[in-house]
């Protein structure tokens, strides 16, 4: 056991938290639009410190950071209140899925734009009738010439007024495959421009009232065969590459900010009752404490979770218990501040009843906790399947 | 012994489900809430047709019935997210009937139960928004020396605008701590179970919209209604709801049956149980409805956004529990 | 609503309560043996004054009780602090089964030596490899002369070492049946004679150390063909009439048990604490409430059954709930009792130390809540099997 | 950063594991249960090893390791159920080594190093059978006053038979409240830890059955563990040991690298995750086993007794949860 970073990593986490505390961004503002171009601003900030990238190898702009400098990252990220880049998806699912599976001239053309969030990314995974089974993709390609023609309809993608282009995922085998036994085999993994003629975005509100998602609609699009990624009938492979980078470093970045919300209840909470720095209820204390508890776990999980990947090359249940132990808690804290703040987590507007609504979405959106209480129990217990 | 309502209230119960499935479907429930206006129309016929004042003595302009029928109307307000302000001026009726003076009965019953005057009713000391609090209306903050009536214009609401925005809300900040009983005469003690009969109508709403839902749905090529998982959760959500009915059933017909000595416990056993069911079972049904169930369009969030009012509306499961343990020792060492 | 008794049933009530107080049984011996002839003769008791079948028919030398009748009998039984009655097999299933599906001839010789405690009754459904599954019983019932040939192995047969006749499910047809599609057709009820020979008792000693049930070995045990209850290959029809019967009254007594056993724990708590009759800590204060409510709603629910059942001929959503509920909230009373009573609940041989390890059986047997989940979920609610 | 036990670390627990598979089966276990003695080959066995004094000074005649040692091997012996007197001992020799005068030092820790002495811990005012409790050995009360130790014939230990007969366990009734912190060495909060890990191994083995069971056992034509109902409560099972393993770890790591500010609230975290898994986990693991689960004969009930009394042992799961919540204000305010 040894739970302290090494002189190396110790330094990193100085340089970022002087570097955060120098450059700490203004507070956003109002104005949707305006707020994603302040991320964007805040994107070429990191970049121009080469913080943009961490995780990414040098040769590609990266600064070939360590998985535990990576995880320190956003930890750091998320102790200065910072926001997350603004486009995540291209910087931590396309970027690293590219350097995987594209070719050359993909690599290329794809990769600088990212870091320098010139050019944002989507992605087209999901479908209304598909939620959380691959196989159920029903988005068609059909090749024409040098080119797919496709058509269909993805949701819950965000971003996507904002993106160049989108990783899409569509069915280019016979469709009656789609559901069945050979449901994976006929998918095929697309850089789609979203400028093409036939893309349309349309906003899809939340129960926040915020439009944090859209849908996608694809009207007979046509990609050139030169943007396939990893081969036709591949898709299958490479979405999985894209899946598996999807929660590397935002556990940290998340645990971190769990953190800091339960911090903020906590204050409140002692404040309320208000004697001697203690929380007077000892209701609200119980509860209170297994947030704390459950928020630490998550850290260590975290933590244990890389000394697996780096020691053995594979993750522990740790990774998979992450996502539902964190979503629980997220609901669980949310419900606590609606007894502590009162009306503020009740009135429309106040940041403590968005938190209350918008955590709803934690234990859905990224796999559902049945879906990751499945993948618990028959990947990491080795259950059977049926 | 006969644990279901009468056929008269039972009449009363099916009149209002129909009425309102014509006049507050979820099309109208969305009119009113994306534009934050209550349905000025709807309310004009509840008027007319008494409900405001169904609990009211006749004495003072209502029709003199119970708690169980005032229960059965507010449950099925409930179930329709109805976007009056039927509520709060029930429980002011309820509170100024039983616990105020007869001087204030007789200035402020007639408006409440004609719906003329709108009413609302919180706890000294809490900070919840409050449905129907406005500085146009009658705010009743019951406290632990019994009511304290504010008449309108006294400023000492402030209107907000609550996360369930079919209906108005003020915030009343006054200082104080809620009263361990229930009233003076019972009159908050009954507004208690009425929220809670509210709450249980939208959280049935809630658990059968999930029902029709998964049992439609299909994932991986079945209804995911056939995944033990999802059955599973679906018969805790029955069971909560379920828990609560016969806990507010039981606390309006204690009520009625003018039982004083019970009726505190009775309807902190049955606010407890609602809220407690309130946030489990709506949070729930948007967990079942996965990714469709958290979008603006699939109208379960009216559903959600009332439940987490009504839940601490009048004091959360935890505050009742705290009373509940109270009323449970001394009926043990009578007991043991 | 009325929750108000009719003045006949306050009548009964009375009755009950006058009668209950003049016979309380002395305290139970600690010899197993002993207390089973203790309960037995309690049931004597009982049936001396008309009140060990209450529900049965007149006819049958019951009292013709109604179903409220009945369930308020089952109320003052608990309340009393008085056992329930040594042969409540025969009482609550083989006596009502045989009702509806016996022979006049075995009406005749087997229910009145039930009433008397004369004769006892034990169930034989299931199986080692069986649990909840019937369709999977494997006993085997071959027909040889005017006989059937008995061998297979039965578990959970509570009192089976004094029981004259067990209430026996054997598979009359093709083995092969067992656990396939036609599962539940080559099924037969028998009444089996304990004193058979090839029948073997060996009791099976639970987690608390008492053996509360028996396994039952059958080696080639004759019956003769008039022991045949309902017709053979008609088995699974006769079962579902005991298991329907099973938790008809008992729902009340086990309800107010409840109620005695949390009376007992407030007032520990109370006491504990012991400022001015409240309990002083808030955390227990609300754990003790929560035990209050679920058991004041278990109450309401059983009579609301019963009202269902009353009106419409069958049970409404209650039933069902509540065995689930009742295991849950008795389990989490116990633990409760282990924080209020300390010592008390972890030293062998106490009351509360028994029941906390008793109570681990209540969401097993009797149909697991997994079982009773699913039984909600699809015959309450509707949803589909699969 | 490295998140597991080091190579030296692994080969101790490897060897505890090993001796223990071979030495204390559930045969055997079932053999001391079954006699309520506990099984003294056994335990000279781990004398001659040096168990009892692993963490004790070698000054004071033990190898000078640290709580992670301890806790490994505590874990070990947690997983085995082993019917010997170590966990009483061992708990002992942290508290008189990091929370007793010198002088005590001197007298009670070779004894307790070399298991001649016997030793038990408790919180005062607590009514908890104490593991290894009795009147021949050292009996220490841990209060907020520092530890009062009672020396062998104090009387101050009545023998009482608890539901877990693997081991001997006494009665110690001393007035008072327990500490809010750790010890003034922090020996209060190392015991608490190598508690908490002794549980961790229970409910680590009770997992493992119930997988290996719901894997083995078909019901319905398949296997259980195919149902999804059993297969998310087998992970929540899972999640709830992974849970106090983490904070155990940590915790014994913050124990050895002499972080004295963070100890306490490490301790608490430690005890209150594994005190709530500890009834959880070990009650799943018989539901899982259905009817089988149940029986004496199924081996699970050793367990399960074991985890009943290690849970409220040096405080249960709402004691340290209060004590977390003090540690809790004085963090946020920092932070916030």
Redesign the interface.
Known sequence: MDLTFTPEQTAFQEELRTWFAANRPTDPPDDEDAAYQWRRQWQKTLHGAGLAGVHWPKEYGGRGATLSETAIFFEELGRAGAPLPADVLGLLLAGPTLMVWGSQEQKDRLLPTILDAEESWCQGFSEPDAGSDFGAVKTRAVKDGDDWVVTGQKVWTSGAQYAKWCMLVARTGDPAEAGGPAKHKGLTYFVLDMESPGVEVRPLVQITGSPEFNELFLDEVRIPDSAVVGGVGNGWKVALTTLMNERAGLAFFLQVRLRQQLDALVDRAAGAGGTDGVIDDPVVADKIADLHLRTEALRLLAWKGLTAIERYGQPGPEGSLGKWLWSETNQQLVEVAADVFGSEALIDGEPWAYELLRARGNSIEGGTTEIQKNIVAERVLGLPRV | ??????ED?QEIQRTARELLAERSSFTQVRAAGEARREDDALWAELRDLGWPGIAVDEAHGGSGLGV?ELAAIAEELGRAVAPVPFLGTALAGLVVQHDASDGDRERWLPGLASGELRGAVTLPG????VPGASDEGLVVVAGADGPQLHAPGSGVAVA????D?TRGHG?VTVAGAAPRDGGPGGGLDRATIVVAAELVGVLQRALEAT?DY??DR??????V????????E???M??DV??AK??V??A???A??GDQAKLSEAAA?AK??ASAAG?RVS?QA??LH??I?????AD??WL??RA??DA?LLG?A?H??????????????A??
Chains 1, 3 share one sequence.
């Open positions: 012994m006969r644990f279901e309502l009468s209230q169980i809490d900070a919840v928004p907000v605008d609550a996360i925005p915030r029902v998964v049992k299909k994932q991986f090529g079945v209804p209604g056939s995944f033990q998982a999802v059955k599973h679906a018969a805790q029955l069971r379920e828990v016969v806990l059933a039981n309006a017909w204690v009625d049956a056993l407890a149980a946030r949070a948007i967990q996965g990714g169930g958290f979008t603006w369009e379960l969030h959600f956004k987490q009012i601490v959360g935890g009742h529990r705290q009373r509940i343990a109270r009323y449970a020792v001394p009926r043990a060492a007991a043991v």
